[in-house]
């Protein structure tokens, strides 16, 4: 599945530039029995060496399986209770990936640690539902990882914004940000770039290739508005 994301101000009559290519893959614990040593990159294999308990680990196997599989030059990888999500592009992007197992926690408590004052409340006026903390989570997670901010400090200052007509965008202290965010099985999985035409393709490797398991809930993300 592609999803076609591109803003424009509407100004520039220029033909548009060809859309940036981002592939998503997703992968659960079953492909883990595929990952294979030997094609481990320098730095994984580096990894192992000093600690070879992580071949044990389900987490480690299947992301590095999905390393193992990208066609283009990996630029995130986040693995969860099993799941991977990767994002790989030819283009030399800024990209951050995040997926989270949906789990009940203690979210007001979260929330004062992790948000800022707008999104504690859009997540009470919501209920405190859990897809929708995973939902913010995941996309603060990828930005942290992309604009290169610190974690945790920088969580509350990365996230959701509400424009006045509504509209939610994507802030961090520094530059403008596109995501999409997405629901896949009991995963919340985000994806975040700076990048003006993006064309996201899906891939999927183990349970993630049924049908219900693929991704639903899509929601995209555009940058502020410009003053």
Same mark, same amino acid.
């Given at each position: 599945m592609?999803? /076609?994301?591109?803003?424009?101000?509407? $100004?520039?009559?220029r033909? *548009?530039?060809p859309?940036v290519?981002?592939? $998503?893959m997703l992968?659960?614990?079953?492909c883990?029995?595929?990952?294979c040593?030997a094609? %481990?990159?320098? =730095?994984d294999?580096a990894?192992v060496? !000093?600690?070879?308990?992580?071949e044990k680990?389900?987490d480690w +196997?299947?992301s590095r399986? %999905?390393?193992?599989?990208? &066609?283009a030059?990996v630029?995130s %990888?986040s693995?969860?209770?099993g799941? &991977?999500?990767?994002?790989? =592009?030819? @283009?030399?992007?800024?990209?951050g990936?995040?997926? @989270?197992k949906?789990?009940? +926690? /203690?979210?007001?408590a979260?929330?004062?640690?992790?948000?800022? /004052?707008?999104? !504690?409340?859009?997540?009470?006026?919501? #209920?405190? !539902?859990?897809?929708?903390?995973y939902? %913010?989570w995941? $996309?603060?997670?990828?930005l942290?990882k992309a604009a290169?901010l610190?974690?945790p &400090? /920088?969580l509350?200052?990365? #996230?959701?914004?509400w424009?006045?007509?509504?509209?939610v965008?994507?802030?961090t202290p520094?530059?403008n940000?596109?995501?999409?965010?997405?629901v896949c &099985?009991?995963w919340?999985?985000a994806c975040v770039?700076?990048?003006e035409?993006?064309r996201a @393709?899906w891939?999927?490797?183990?349970?993630?290739?049924r049908? @219900?398991w693929?991704p639903?809930d899509?929601?995209?993300?555009g940058r *502020?508005?410009?003053?």
């Amino acid at each position: 599945m592609a999803v /076609d994301i591109a803003f424009s101000d509407g $100004l520039d009559n220029r033909p *548009p530039e060809p859309p940036v290519t981002v592939f $998503l893959m997703l992968a659960d614990e079953s492909c883990a029995v595929r990952y294979c040593t030997a094609q %481990l990159d320098e =730095s994984d294999a580096a990894r192992v060496g !000093r600690q070879p308990a992580l071949e044990k680990r389900a987490d480690w +196997r299947v992301s590095r399986f %999905l390393k193992q599989q990208a &066609a283009a030059p990996v630029r995130s %990888l986040s693995h969860s209770k099993g799941a &991977a999500l990767l994002a790989a =592009s030819q @283009e030399n992007i800024k990209i951050g990936v995040d997926i @989270e197992k949906i789990r009940m +926690r /203690d979210f007001p408590a979260l929330s004062a640690w992790i948000c800022n /004052d707008g999104e !504690r409340q859009w997540l009470a006026q919501r #209920g405190w !539902r859990a897809v929708d903390f995973y939902r %913010l989570w995941t $996309l603060k997670e990828a930005l942290v990882k992309a604009a290169g901010l610190d974690f945790p &400090a /920088d969580l509350p200052q990365a #996230g959701m914004a509400w424009l006045p007509d509504g509209t939610v965008c994507l802030q961090t202290p520094h530059g403008n940000w596109h995501g999409v965010s997405c629901v896949c &099985a009991g995963w919340v999985a985000a994806c975040v770039w700076q990048a003006e035409n993006v064309r996201a @393709e899906w891939q999927y490797f183990g349970g993630f290739r049924r049908p @219900e398991w693929q991704p639903y809930d899509i929601q995209t993300f555009g940058r *502020p508005s410009e003053t």
